[in-house]
């Protein structure tokens, strides 16, 4: 039987989000309802309020979440009833040219639950990044949901559904981090400082946290950095080659998502080092650089798309990591609050006050 329950709604661009009732359906093939245990506020969600991400309002808000699967549709092996999970936006395909090249983490054609949830009077619901967490129960794709230790705190967990995964993976996956590179970090917010513990897990010898907000380059402190630039009072590229011997860093993250920090980056590593751009900008964003320091500089410039995770690799590793006392996912749940509070969320956010407040339920 179809569920109703209360979820938070952004019904038209820039309006402040409400509560509503919504309904759920029961899980048709391939699908799965989880009853949800903590979301956490990520830009995303705001984006999508803003109407940034595309129009089609009324949206679902919430996407970094972690909860228990009450009910799966048929043909569901991968999870079962009472499974602990952390819910995915990348539903891999299995079948497209990614997936066959033995690329699962680049699928090019995941998905997300056929049905839709939908207000009280039956208007279909658009559920951010295919999921809709902010939510007491929630519908997706099977393949969204990956089991991790139950041992695990709801909250933390939950985080690695979207932007600490980001910046983890942005320093392992994408950036290759290894055991002694330098490795520096421009913008230390939620996405920047798991950058940060990712460089430190991989080995990192030298990690520079890069901001304009010195008490996000105290957290950052606390997470491993190892040098701290407030880039209002310092050239950033100047302060990072003079910590790395003159040379720059092996690999330098952006996770602002702009031009000047892009160039920034750019500018800041090593000959033959990598830059990876995490930060996501907007559409009218352009950079201009000289196309022979592309050339002459070498190495590799990449962005880093959900940190190039796999849900089923990294989820389970990552949760076991955090439950060993070696990943500090802990240390990004600035506050827990209620569903009601995710409007007020939104501000502290756009303040720079947090790095995630995380609904929980
Ligand atoms: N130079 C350095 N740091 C900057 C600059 C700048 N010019 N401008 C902003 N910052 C810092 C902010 O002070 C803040 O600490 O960047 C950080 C951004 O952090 P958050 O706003 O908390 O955003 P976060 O969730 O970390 O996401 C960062 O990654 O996934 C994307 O959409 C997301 O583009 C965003 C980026
Ligand atoms: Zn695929
Ligand atoms: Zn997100």
Known sequence: MAQQVRGVIARAKG???????????????????????????????????????????????????AGVVEAVGEGVTEVAPGDFVILNWRAVCGQCRACKRGRPQYCFDTHNAKQKMTLADGTELAPALGIGAFAEKTLVAAGQCTKVDPAASPAAAGLLGCGVMAGLGAAINTGGVGRGDSVAVIGCGGVGNAAVVGARLAGAAKIIAVDIDDRKLETA????????????????????????????????IEAVGRPETYEQAFYARDLAGTVVLVGVPTPEMRIDLPLLDVFGRGGALKS????????????????DLYRQGRLDLDAFVTETIALDEVEKAFERMHHGDVLRSVVVF
């Open 15 to 65: 309006e402040p989000v409400r509560i509503e009732t919504i309904t759920v359906p029961d899980p048709g093939p391939g699908e799965a309802v989880v009853k949800v245990q903590a979301c956490g506020v990520c830009h995303t969600d705001l984006h999508y309020r803003e109407g940034g991400i595309n129009d089609d309002f009324p949206f679902l808000l919430g996407h970094e979440a």
């Open 221 to 252: 402190r606390g997470l491993g950095a190892t040098d701290t630039v407030n880039s209002r009072a310092a050239d950033p590229v100047e302060a990072i080659r003079e910590l790395t011997g003159g040379f720059g860093a092996d690999v330098v």
């Open 304 to 319: 880093s798309w959900y940190g190039d995770c796999l849900p089923s690799r990294d989820f389970p590793m990552l949760i």
